[in-house]
């Protein structure tokens, strides 16, 4: 069975710095796509970054990106030039090829200080 | 834009009550999902449901059924709450099928029990 691993409950950053955070899954498959959410203190969560692991380019999506090591099964998320808005709980996610079903990691929550 | 709505965001109920949770989305969207959210342990899935009044159990299905009558609504049922059951529920729902799509999430309701 597939697992993912967030090894820091909790993290902190200075406005405008970066930081990264960390994530790693388990799987004996090949194809299969890789999430990070985030959850503000309201609660909605929201996607804020996908990779496929068949492409080996990292995703970027504005100041988010992740390093994909696919041979280590890490997929971090750096955040760069953090904003208060950034402050959240962060999820880690694994979803196969052949199912919709996601599967999460524990959590990570991110503090910003100005 | 998708929208997940849950009937409450907060809601207590006392030992023994059957409990009621609604999760309505607007976006046409095959699958449906019951997640709980607990500190330290993330979201682990409780049911989904991939069409009308189909469903499969999740990671931690005891205690918990679900109907779903009509595509756009999909209900969590407690039949006998416990204090053990006290946790965030969220709501998620995808389009089937689609490569990498997201899953768009509710609100989530807070439910005590008493």
């Known amino acids: 069975a597939q697992t993912v691993t967030q090894s820091q409950p909790e993290m902190s950053v200075q406005e405008a710095e970066t930081v990264t955070l960390s994530c790693t899954y388990d799987t004996s498959e090949s194809d299969y796509y890789l999430f990070w959410y985030k959850q503000p203190p309201s609660r909605q969560m929201i996607l804020v970054i996908r990779q496929e692991a068949y492409k080996q380019q990292n995703a970027t999506e504005n100041r988010f990106s992740v390093n994909f090591q696919k041979a280590a099964k890490s997929f971090s998320l750096k955040i760069s030039d953090s904003q208060l808005g950034d402050a959240a709980m962060y999820f880690c996610?694994?979803?196969?090829?052949?199912?919709?079903?996601?599967?999460f990691g524990t959590g990570t929550r991110l503090q910003v200080f100005p | 834009d998708v929208k997940v709505t849950q009937s409450s965001r907060y809601l207590v109920k006392r030992t023994g009550e059957k409990v009621f949770l609604e999760c309505v989305q607007d976006m046409d969207h095959e699958n449906m999902f019951w997640y709980r959210q607990d500190p330290g342990l993330g979201l682990r899935l409780i049911y989904f449901s991939y069409d009308v009044k189909m469903k499969e159990k999740g990671d931690i299905p005891e205690g918990y059924s679900v109907s779903r009558e009509k595509k756009e609504r999909f209900s969590l049922i407690l039949e006998s709450a416990s204090t053990n059951q006290t946790s965030m529920y969220l709501c998620?729902?995808?389009?089937?099928?689609?490569?990498?799509?997201?899953?768009?999430f509710g609100p989530g309701t807070r439910l005590t029990v008493l």
């Open positions: 996610a694994y979803r196969s090829h052949n199912t919709d079903k996601l599967i």
């Open positions: 998620a729902s995808t389009p089937r099928g689609t490569v990498a799509d997201t899953q768009y």
